[in-house]
């Protein structure tokens, strides 16, 4: 029943919005991390591969709001996917994984 109703939660919480994601999880388990540019960092990676799955690489008014001020393109426009981007969101996630393990190791103590 416990497994049921965690299964839920997360179900819903797939669909919100990265920021919701970080916001949850610091009410759960107050890691401290990560800070607000990464967290916007991960939304546009995020924005980005929605946008390649789901409309084709064009850019539309979700991807924009998504990924606010770091949106790399218009509604309607192609999104650039340069080498560059795909090395720096990797760095970007990579990091995220160590900082919130860093983080929860240091909690469990």
Not at 6 to 24: C, G, I, Q, T
Not at 34 to 51: G, H, M, V, Y
Not at 52 to 64: D, K, M, P, R, S
């Amino acid at each position: 029943m416990i497994q049921s109703v965690v299964d839920k939660e997360l179900n819903e919480l797939k669909y919100e919005r990265v920021a919701d994601w970080f916001s949850y999880l610091e009410r759960l388990v107050r890691l401290g991390c990560p800070n607000q540019s990464t967290i916007e960092q991960l939304a546009e990676i995020k924005a980005t591969r929605d946008i390649l799955v789901h409309n084709q690489g064009i850019a539309n008014a979700t991807y924009v709001s998504k990924s606010g001020l770091l949106a790399r393109c218009r509604a309607g426009e192609e999104l650039p996917l340069p080498e560059t981007y795909h090395r720096q969101s990797w760095q970007t996630i990579r990091s995220l994984v160590q900082e919130m393990t860093a983080a929860a190791v240091s909690k469990a103590g």
